[in-house]
């Protein structure tokens, strides 16, 4: 029985190339359906769940437990490596997180972006009333974040967050 089934540098390769391609996918699947997870921080559940769960599951022979070790420290590894690009370098954390995104702007909906961000405009509405918002001329600005949630700045200078409720 080996502790290793496959080349590590040929798992490595597979790891680098699986984390940048889910972080892709996840990245244009929108802030609405992350919640209030970052595209990285899903990876890291997704990867480091499927790295462990293998090795409960399969046989050694299948999975290796030595493999799934590197899968680990590698993904590990590259979220750190990630995160330390993303705090230095402002591009870099547009690429990896993405931006706020302005969906009011003084009382105003602004349309095409609730289309970018898929978010209907009941959905919006129905996120300001539960704030105790009643008209969207109310509010000079709301931005939806890079976490998900809505940040309200009302006309009177105060501050709300809004927490999203998902409907996958």
Same mark, same amino acid.
């Given at each position: 029985?080996?502790?290793?089934?496959?080349?590590?540098?040929?798992?490595?390769?597979?790891?680098?190339?699986?984390?940048?391609? &889910?972080? #892709? $996918?996840?990245?244009?699947?929108?802030?609405?359906? +992350? %919640?209030?997870?970052?595209?990285?921080?899903?990876? /890291? !559940?997704?990867?480091?769940?499927?790295?462990?769960?293998?090795?409960?599951?399969?046989?050694?022979?299948?999975?290796?437990?030595?493999?799934?070790?590197?899968?680990? &420290?590698? #993904? $590990?590894?590259?979220?750190?490596?990630?995160?330390? +690009? %993303?705090?230095?370098?402002?591009?870099?954390?547009? /690429? !990896?997180?993405?931006?706020?995104?302005?969906?009011?702007?003084?009382?105003?909906?602004?349309?095409?972006?609730?289309?970018?961000?898929?978010?209907?405009?009941?959905?919006?509405?129905?996120?300001?009333?539960?704030?105790?918002?009643?008209?969207?001329?109310?509010?000079?600005?709301?931005?939806?974040?890079?976490?998900?949630?809505?940040?309200?700045?009302?006309?009177?200078?105060?501050?709300?967050?809004?927490?999203?409720?998902?409907?996958?």
């Amino acid at each position: 029985m080996e502790f290793f089934v496959q080349s590590v540098p040929a798992q490595l390769i597979r790891i680098v190339l699986m984390y940048f391609f &889910a972080l #892709v $996918v996840l990245r244009f699947a929108g802030k609405r359906r +992350l %919640a209030r997870l970052s595209p990285m921080d899903l990876i /890291i !559940i997704i990867a480091l769940g499927s790295a462990v769960g293998d090795v409960l599951i399969y046989p050694q022979d299948i999975v290796g437990i030595g493999n799934a070790m590197v899968a680990i &420290a590698a #993904v $590990v590894g590259l979220q750190i490596i990630m995160s330390k +690009l %993303a705090e230095k370098n402002e591009r870099m954390a547009y /690429i !990896i997180e993405g931006k706020p995104t302005i969906l009011i702007r003084n009382g105003r909906i602004l349309r095409q972006n609730l289309d970018d961000e898929d978010i209907s405009e009941d959905d919006l509405k129905e996120m300001l009333r539960e704030q105790s918002i009643s008209s969207v001329s109310r509010v000079r600005g709301a931005y939806l974040e890079r976490s998900g949630d809505l940040s309200v700045l009302l006309r009177t200078g105060r501050r709300k967050k809004i927490k999203r409720k998902m409907r996958l």
